[in-house]
């Protein structure tokens, strides 16, 4: 059974491909095209999972789309005819665009298809599940769980915006569903928007300026009242309400009325550019420390429905590491899987998966020892061939290493002087964070190393944080955590035994100073709350930064690097050898990895392009 699944139009499109139930591959568009969170249909990423697959499109039984498109503008007609007159110039501008794309969506679809290869329209199934029984699909099917609660929790799919599902002996029934436009993603969103974040983009961001608010502060819970007061009624199963009389995102082109929240909180809509103060970091803790509560409620009313040990996460919220480590630590299930493509690229997954198991009932087994998901390295992989001709092209010098632990071995030296490292190995990470082989490297030891990469790599805010990778079998030694942790998505403290005692009067430190303060023996990693967001690396899924890790911990004695995406602000993570030469040369990093190739700063010819990556790609 061949099964192609596909999520486009919204953002983050991406491809996937599945065989008998196995995962292929899959990818994102926007690696290819190089446009962030590109929404565009995803014919190379298509083409991709074809061509790794050994497939043509005549071979598949069915190609499914992630959500029902006509519910989507039912859904959309009933919000506009509700609110008016409200929401006029909102609607001339949108439905014409539905009517011509969405509307006609499986004629799109096809149309796109038959620019790939051809195929007979009749023998070939095109179907459309449900955007969240998507999301249900692909983070539990890939979980090793028989037995599962299965929370969804985003923005808005076609009215459902949060749904409890029980997965039960290879089938998922819906028990429960929120719906537009009451949503704690939309709810999470509007806040990143007001504190001057891109919405479906930045919201990652505020969970990283959250930890700057100062807790013992009187305006946390003051914001907190307020918002509980006047934005939103919090219900005992974790269920919301949202004032729509604060919102704009219904009917309208902004996320919130912004007089009014500009009424509501003291001060004004902050602008992407403007400096972060602490009311900003102060507002931010308030609506992270609610979304966090409100998780936990939803996974105990899903306990309660289920009565399973084990849960399964994805949608977007799904992507809040912190209070997905808070749901951990809240013990109301033993066990937690979350998709490592929880937002709607991994509906694209999600989607075949559902057609496999629920569309033709396929035999679901579970014989894996920790998922389904191969460690999430499911994109294009590099040859020799593919690093020789990229450095051809640029002229650039190398060093080979015929023997990889010898690379290894070097990498792991090279970090310990403080340099930073591009890291390119195998195959490209499908979902947001990059794993081990699309990445950034640097020492965690190093109280500069933070500052470098923010401001000399990256060029972004100086407030993110960065991750550690860790030996799987070490992280108890450096975390208050003794579980798995692949995919970086849970948050948690790091250990007492190498946290530094804070001075007093830290919490009523300004941003910039908190931010410089040495806070553990690991300062490039541990966030400004002591916190760091984990990712746990094993040598059956990655062995070759498994074992540069481990080399670094012979020199140093700790088996944890910093890792952050190999990218620069406002640009999708580097897919190949070239994507990741140009970005090596336009950023101050020192050293490039590549396969079995290492590339020296110092040894390259003068960078000849403009370095306009600032114009290029759009600032996030």
Known sequence: MNILGISAFYHDSAASIIQDGKIIAAAQEERFTRKKHDPGFPSNAIKF????????????????????????????????????????KSFITSIPVWIKEKMFLKRLIHEELENIGKYDKKKTKLLFPEHHLSHAASAYYPSPFEDSAILTIDGVGEWATASICHGEKGNIKILKEMRFPHSLGLLYSAFTYFLGFRVNSGEYKLMGLAPYGNPVSPDIKKYVDTIKKDLVSIKKDGS?????????????????????????????????????????????????????????????EAKRLTGSENICLAGGVALNCVSNGKLQKSGVFKNVFIQPAAGDAGGALGAALAVNYIYYKQDRVV?????????????????????????????????YFENFDDLAAKTADLLTKENVIGWVQGKMEFGPRALGARSILGDP??????????????????????????????????????????????????????????????????????????RSDLPSITHIDFSARIQTVHSETNPRYYKMIEEFKKITGMGVVVNTSFNVRGEPIVMTPNDAYRCFMRTEMDYLVVGNFLFSKTDQPEWQEKDNWQEEFVLD
């Open 445 to 518: 030891r190093s109280p500069e190393m933070q500052k470098k990469l923010n401001l000399k790599i990256k060029y972004r805010e100086s407030f993110r944080p960065f991750a550690p990778s860790v030996l799987a079998e070490d992280v108890s030694k450096m975390f208050d955590y003794d579980g798995i942790s692949p995919y970086m998505l849970l948050v948690h403290p790091v250990a007492d035994a190498i946290k530094k005692t804070l001075p007093e009067g830290y919490d009523d430190m300004n941003l910039r100073d908190k931010l410089y303060h040495l």
């Open 367 to 399: 014989d894996y020892k920790m998922d389904a998901m191969e460690g999430s390295y499911l994109g294009p992989t590099i040859s020799d061939l593919d690093v020789e001709l990229m450095s051809k092209k640029y002229k650039a010098q190398y060093q």
């Open 49 to 88: 999972c074809l061509e790794y697959s050994g497939l043509e499109l005549k071979d598949l039984d069915a190609i499914v789309f992630y959500d029902k498109p006509l519910l989507k503008f039912e859904r959309l007609l009933e919000t506009y005819y509700a609110f008016a007159p409200k929401g006029l």
């Open 240 to 300: 919301i309400w949202l004032n729509q009389d604060y919102f704009d995102y219904a009917t309208g082109l902004k996320m919130v009325n912004e007089s009014k929240w500009e009424a509501l909180f003291g001060f004004k809509t902050r602008k992407p550019e403007d400096e972060l103060l602490q009311h900003h970091c102060n507002l931010g803790l308030a609506i992270q420390q609610i979304t966090e509560d409100v998780v936990v409620m939803m996974a105990q």
